[in-house]
């Protein structure tokens, strides 16, 4: 059974910097791509960055560029993402994801979904 775990949101004033960690288990990521997502209160979901296991792209939303960052771990089955300089309006719950199975990936079609880790980013 596949899972994904997320962790390290928190709350942070603006400016500040969170790494969020996506840990899986029972899926190599290798496979596929592994990606992080958000959703605001009253707003729909967004895609904030892939990473495509086996070429090592990385694409992002255009409001991250420049200050977020999705890594790998050392370890296959952990995925990183590095926010710094955060602003209020980067205040969400989180998700991490896998497997994409359909269309552009920020269109969210993954297979496998954490239950989510909550940045809050104070002003």
């Known amino acids: 059974q596949v899972q994904l775990v997320e962790s390290g949101g928190g709350s942070v004033e603006a400016g500040g910097s969170l790494r969020l960690t996506c840990a899986t288990s029972g899926y190599t990521s290798s496979r596929n791509c592994m990606a992080w997502f958000r959703q605001a209160p009253g707003k729909e979901r967004e895609g904030v960055a892939v990473f495509y296991t086996t070429s090592g792209r990385t694409l992002y939303d255009d409001s991250v560029k420049g200050r977020f960052t999705i890594s790998q771990g050392n370890a296959e089955n952990t995925v990183y993402l590095q926010m710094n300089s955060l602003k209020p309006e980067d205040t969400a719950m989180y998700y991490c994801?896998?497997?994409?199975?359909?269309?552009?990936?920020?269109?969210?079609?993954?297979?496998?979904w954490g239950q989510g880790t909550q940045v809050t980013v104070s002003s």
């Open positions: 994801a896998a497997e994409q199975f359909a269309g552009n990936w920020w269109q969210g079609n993954f297979r496998y």
